[in-house]
């Protein structure tokens, strides 16, 4: 039976399909987002059950868990420690990775230099191109450190003839730059729609895990337009990692998403120079770099990113009002969590702050989403409030709640031992965490450790 073509709805943003254009998105609540896309209809069943499966030799009769034989795949280590850790240690064969961030983040420089060190190191890569000629690969493999000449390249947008090259050459690691520039031809819809991006995923997926080939997917993120988005893949994928960063600041931030293989939450930093992506193997201190000494408002913050501390720089201008309603602005943290610790310090400490415009930053365009950066957040606001700078080396984390309470967090000794680390001198810190940080540390010498119960406490320290 031939198959039959019909036109739906799909939101360019989440994949939402509908029979009907809708404004906004139920799913994720996007306006404006969808687009009208022709799509084909197979019979249902068909084609899917014969033949090979999408793990390779298909089995038609279930199996006990215990009859699974088990394979040992070692991962790919490519070289780049970042880079790395974000997957979960390694590259895992026969994996499908989606490497999302806006153009022009530096994700095609990223897979080069990847697939460069690798091909150097003897496996066998393809890097395939829908938007760059193997002329300007080339140019922008010159630029970097390694080029390898190893390196195959392929310029495509066909999916057909990117599948056949895939299984001739057999490589190890391949790159699809970018997704949405991949069509198959048995899709009417145009590339970059919804249903080519989806469709051709899949086929990779069925590829990757049919022949065992780790394949790296770039996926530009869209902000509006006809182009879908990466977020459209996410389920499909075994990995997602997102490469973010502001234009202003050179460093870059990966940041695993989801990780079938390994944990998320984890990240990667990398610093955007001439010759290509550098890793920054310790961020605190490049976080930390012309960092003003001894200014009030300015405090350093512990936090927690995946498995490693970061210190990172809090800054707070709070100044008399000339406005009916006082300015309120919060980068790097959430807006509405300023708003709250400010209306807790006014509550609690009776510091008439609804008079006050409050400007809080966190250094360096980092995005903190901790409840731990509370207490730097409430210290930098006292400290520019009182125009009283906070005590000399100290670092300072906790969680603030509505009665003012500090409240414990988690991985206490890991944050005081990089600060430790970094030389500072004192910690300021819940005074629930005080207990079982004594108890586990090896050595005590070094940092003066200060417990607070409230928010009172902590402008105690400050007025010392
Ligand atoms: P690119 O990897 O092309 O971004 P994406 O694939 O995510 O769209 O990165 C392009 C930017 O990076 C561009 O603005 C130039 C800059 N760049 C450097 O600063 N140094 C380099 O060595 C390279 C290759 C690019
Ligand atoms: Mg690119």
Redesign the pocket.
Known sequence: MAAKVKNVFFCNECGYESSKWLGQCPSCKTWNSFVEEPVQRKNAGGASFAGKGVFGERRMTPQKLSEVAQTFQERLCTGIGELDRVLGGGIVPGSLVLVG?D???????LLLQTCSILAEREHKVLYISGEESPQQIKM?AD??EEPSGKLLLLAETNLDAVEAAILSEKPEVVVIDSIQTMFREDIQASPGSVSQVRETTGSLMRLAKGEGVSIFI?GHVTKEGVVAGPRVLEHMVDTVLY?EGENAVSYRILRAVKNRFGSTNEIGVFE?????LAQILNPSEYLLEGRPENEPGSVVAATIEGSRTMLVEVQALVCQTNFNMPRRTAAGMDYNRVNLLLAVLEKRLGIPLAYCDAYINVAGGMRINEPALDLAVVFAILSSYKNKEAPERAIVFGEVGLTGEVRAVSMALQRVAEAQKLGYAQCILPYANLESIRKNRKESGGIALIGVKNVRDLFGVLER
């Not at 955007?272 to 290509?276: E, F, L, P, Q, Y």
């Open positions: 961030g153009p022009g983040i530096g994700k095609s420089t922008r630029r970097l770039v490469f955007m120079r001439s010759n290509g």
